[in-house]
């Protein structure tokens, strides 16, 4: 496998050194909420997941994360090139009977967001029908409804 890759995505609104994430997960589905940079409040869906780790290290750990040395920084979002965690679990999943590499690896993509207290990493699936969908508001209130509304609807289509 080549070396990871961790690339800044700079056109995501950026977490702020007080974002207080609030996750929000199904067996398939991530939602996520954060402050942004610039006093804006970002609201995050990813409609397909496979992995998600939320917690530790925090900020001042973040030095002990092991993609630190390929350019993981502080207070950023990032997706993984390579990703060592993408390859592990495929190789976790190799056992099943009609295991396909190339299908497992397709559109998978391994984000990691570092905050100040927390490092939430996820592995989606991305393709023609699904892709993140993040909205920004400056608004505490229309942040709150859009996150009521998203966690409804998620909520709504497990039972």
């Given at each position: 496998m080549?070396?990871?890759?961790?690339?800044l995505?700079?056109s995501w609104?950026?977490?702020?050194?007080?974002?207080?994430?609030?996750?929000f997960?199904?067996?398939?589905?991530?939602c996520?909420?954060?402050y942004?940079t610039?006093?804006?409040?970002?609201?995050?869906h990813?409609?397909?997941?496979k992995?998600?780790?939320?917690?530790?290290?925090?900020?001042?750990?973040?030095?002990?994360?092991?993609?630190?040395?390929?350019?993981?920084?502080?207070y950023?979002?990032h997706?993984?090139d390579?990703?060592?965690?993408?390859?592990?679990?495929?190789q976790?999943?190799a056992?099943?009977?009609r295991?396909?590499?190339?299908r497992?690896?397709?559109?998978?993509?391994?984000?990691?967001?570092?905050?100040?207290?927390?490092?939430?990493?996820c592995i989606?699936?991305?393709?023609?029908?699904?892709?993140?969908?993040?909205?920004?508001?400056?608004?505490?209130?229309?942040?709150?409804?859009?996150?009521r509304?998203?966690?409804?609807?998620v909520?709504?289509l497990t039972?």
């Amino acid at each position: 496998m080549s070396l990871a890759t961790v690339v800044l995505l700079d056109s995501w609104p950026q977490p702020s050194t007080s974002p207080e994430p609030v996750v929000f997960a199904t067996d398939t589905q991530l939602c996520l909420r954060y402050y942004a940079t610039g006093e804006k409040i970002a609201v995050v869906h990813f409609p397909l997941v496979k992995k998600i780790q939320f917690g530790s290290p925090n900020d001042e750990a973040l030095g002990s994360h092991p993609l630190i040395g390929l350019g993981l920084k502080h207070y950023q979002i990032h997706r993984i090139d390579n990703s060592p965690w993408l390859a592990e679990l495929e190789q976790r999943n190799a056992i099943h009977p009609r295991h396909d590499k190339q299908r497992f690896m397709k559109d998978a993509i391994h984000y990691v967001f570092t905050f100040q207290d927390s490092t939430l990493e996820c592995i989606v699936i991305e393709g023609a029908f699904w892709h993140p969908r993040v909205q920004v508001f400056t608004s505490e209130q229309e942040a709150k409804d859009a996150w009521r509304t998203l966690v409804n609807d998620v909520g709504a289509l497990t039972q």
